[in-house]
């Protein structure tokens, strides 16, 4: 089992960057797919983007594709989500996730553990 922390959301404007982080617990993380995930108030959880075990791969949301970049240090059991150029359309709350399957999941049911999240705004 591992147990994920993130961190790092706040309040930014539009045009904005910051750096989300998520800790991991555990001596097994390498062993997972991870991926970032968001949700705003009334919508259903959507897929930001997913990078593969050994990080050499990763997927994006067209949403986001070319803003955001995601990354992972295993000695570190941490993966990060780089968020740029933010729009107010980003406003959600970001969670990391982790699953035991081999390939990067799009959907949250692809996904084994979840953090509580963190809250991103993006003021226009």
């Known amino acids: 089992q591992v147990q994920l922390v993130e961190s790092g959301g706040g309040l930014v404007q539009a045009g904005g960057s910051l750096r989300l982080s998520c800790a991991a617990s555990?001596?097994?993380?390498?062993?997972?797919?991870m991926g970032w995930f968001r949700q705003a108030p009334g919508k259903e959880r959507e897929f930001v983007a997913g990078?593969?075990?050994?990080?050499?791969?990763?997927y994006y949301a067209d949403s986001v594709k070319g803003r955001f970049t995601i990354s992972r240090e295993n000695r570190k059991n941490s993966v990060y989500l780089q968020v740029n150029s933010l729009r107010p359309e980003d406003t959600a709350v970001y969670y990391c996730?982790?699953?035991?399957?081999?390939?990067?999941?799009?959907?949250?049911?692809?996904?084994?553990?979840w953090g509580q999240g963190t809250q991103v705004t993006v003021s226009s």
């Open positions: 996730a982790a699953s035991r399957e081999a390939i990067i999941r799009t959907t949250p049911n692809g996904y084994d553990y």
């Open positions: 555990g001596r097994t993380f390498s062993t997972y797919v």
């Open positions: 990078i593969s075990r050994s990080g050499g791969s990763a």
